[in-house]
């Protein structure tokens, strides 16, 4: 096993945080160690670091200083074999998540909002879990997404594999995307796309540019929407860019997180009614995560597709977005998909 890797394994033995990552369609795994298990969080986004920061955008985000870490870097092909374990389609939480859509098409219905994306957990028994094992079959199985593998003793483990960017900053020059719309990939990158799913995605368009418009950012350019593969699964996309004069990054992140694409459409009534019905905590699952402030340039995406490791289990969180067309069974069989995704590297 590599430096980096035994790094990864002798880090989490000895209950000290670490952050090891490999950002969209690169070869590099970048390993960030911290040497105490102090717990710090940012206080303004002008720190140097990796931040991890929550969904609900009132709690505190977790920052390891890169002024006291310990850093490596290692660029190789990973060759592993697939998870071997078959884990079954969980449907405990079936009639509770079908209820909680059909509450959210209530409410849309009733006006409230015009979208809210609504998730759970599910919780799977591992019996021998490999740390360094998973997280080397999602670098392998996620080429084209941020790759990454979390840890504070006291905080929790997390690992995940998100397709989403929040913002790229550098220089003047701004960054994000919007992404929404699932289905599973079947060879075909020219899918078929139903008028809920375009829908979805152009409500995402709509909002983030409003909120960016807001904003000091000129010469916006917003591309048109195509499809794009993360692991098992498509989405619809569209890229948007342009150059920021003057604004914080504190500021920018106000204005997109939550995105539309993990919370809503209006942005406080749907985190609101998330808060209100979903009965769980989210924790960092859909906040966000990456380095700010590293030679100028800031990456940072959003927490998809992840799991939480606690002693022999690990917790998934799926979600999908509603609108007034959303079908409960269909909701329902779109999070199967994704743990199904998430289950075949364990």
Request: with cysteine; hydrophobic share 35%.
């Amino acid at each position: 096993m590599s430096l980096l890797f035994n790094k990864i394994s002798d880090h989490h033995s000895n209950e000290l945080p670490f952050v090891c990552f490999r950002k969209p369609n690169e070869k590099t795994i970048k390993g960030v160690f911290c040497q105490s298990d102090e717990l710090h969080y940012t206080k303004d986004y002008t720190e140097r670091g990796f931040v991890f920061a929550p969904f609900n955008a009132e709690e505190s985000s977790l920052i390891f200083p890169y002024v006291s870490c310990e850093f490596l870097e290692e660029t190789a092909a990973i060759h592993v074999e697939e998870g071997a374990k078959k884990f079954e389609v969980v449907t405990s939480d079936k009639a509770k998540h079908l209820h909680l859509v059909e509450r959210g098409v209530e409410a849309i219905e009733e006006g409230k909002f015009k979208k809210v994306v609504l998730s759970r957990i599910e919780e799977v028994q591992i019996d021998d879990f490999q740390l360094v094992s998973v997280f080397q079959r999602m670098l392998q199985k996620y080429e084209n997404a941020f790759v990454y593998v979390w840890y504070h003793p006291k905080v929790g483990l997390w690992l995940g594999a998100t397709p989403e960017r929040l913002v790229t900053l550098k220089g003047n020059e701004f960054k994000t995307m919007a992404l929404a719309g699932t289905q599973s990939f079947e060879g075909n990158m020219k899918p078929d796309w139903g008028e809920k799913e375009q829908k979805e995605h152009q409500f995402v368009v709509d909002f983030i540019v409003s909120q960016i418009q807001k904003s000091s950012i000129e010469d916006l350019y917003v591309s048109e929407t195509y499809t794009a593969k993360a692991g098992n699964l498509l989405h619809l996309k569209a890229d948007i860019s342009g150059k920021i004069k003057g604004d914080k990054l504190q500021d920018i992140l106000h204005i997109l997180h939550p995105t539309p694409a993990v919370c809503g459409l209006p942005k406080i009534e749907s985190r609101d009614f998330i808060l209100e019905e979903e009965g769980y905590s989210r924790k960092y699952y859909s906040g966000f995560l990456g380095e700010i402030n590293i030679t100028s340039q800031t990456e940072l995406f959003v927490n998809l597709r992840c799991m939480e490791f606690s002693k022999t289990l690990a917790n998934i969180y799926v979600g999908g977005g509603i609108t007034s067309q959303s079908d409960s069974e269909k909701e329902w069989e779109e999070t199967i998909a994704k743990t199904q995704t998430i289950k075949s590297i364990l």
